[in-house]
């Protein structure tokens, strides 16, 4: 098992920063308010910095994540911001189980390493409605063929 600690670090630092995965939060500072959610359909880039795209949901708003469909860059590892197109910001903690088998189907040029499944929760930043949510997805870790170059995209749609 030790001969796959790289990849193990390399899958942890992807999903960190596969802010891919969570948003809610307290609207106004009312306690009893429901975070607000988001559907996204893309996520990718490398193991640390991710642009996130097509979301939709009651936190694809102006005084959130920005009118839908909503976008925005993510970076970080285990703890990640998102900063969305409007200039607001989503921090998030992150964990992640491998799932096998695995379903990726890599692009031209890459060979699949794993897929896992992200679980998210907002923990803070300037997107304030986000603040409290949780969500998730399923998240495909690919090595290029020549060079090695991590990259980090989403199987199917996912929700912050």
Not at 35 to 61: E, F, K, R, V, Y
Not at 97 to 107: E, G, W
Request: positive net charge; aromatic residues 4%; contains cysteine.
């Amino acid at each position: 098992m030790r001969r796959h600690s790289p990849i193990r670090l390399l899958i942890c630092a992807a999903i960190a920063g596969s802010a891919s995965v969570a948003a809610a939060a307290v609207p106004g500072g009312i306690a009893s308010a429901a975070p607000l959610h988001l559907s996204c359909t893309s996520l990718s880039g490398s193991a640390t910095s991710q642009t996130i795209s097509g979301c939709t949901g009651t936190g694809a708003i102006a005084a959130d994540a920005g009118t839908p469909p909503a976008h925005g860059v993510s970076t970080g590892a285990t703890t990640s911001t998102v900063k969305w197109s409007n200039g607001k910001t989503t921090i998030m903690t992150q964990t992640h189980k491998v799932v096998t088998p695995n379903a990726c189907v890599a692009p031209a040029g890459y060979t699949k390493v794993s897929e896992f499944l992200g679980t998210d929760k907002v923990t803070g930043g300037t997107a304030t409605g986000l603040i409290g949510s949780t969500g998730g997805g399923k998240i495909c870790l690919f090595k290029k063929t020549v060079g090695g170059t991590l990259l980090v995209k989403n199987l199917g749609p996912f929700t912050i």
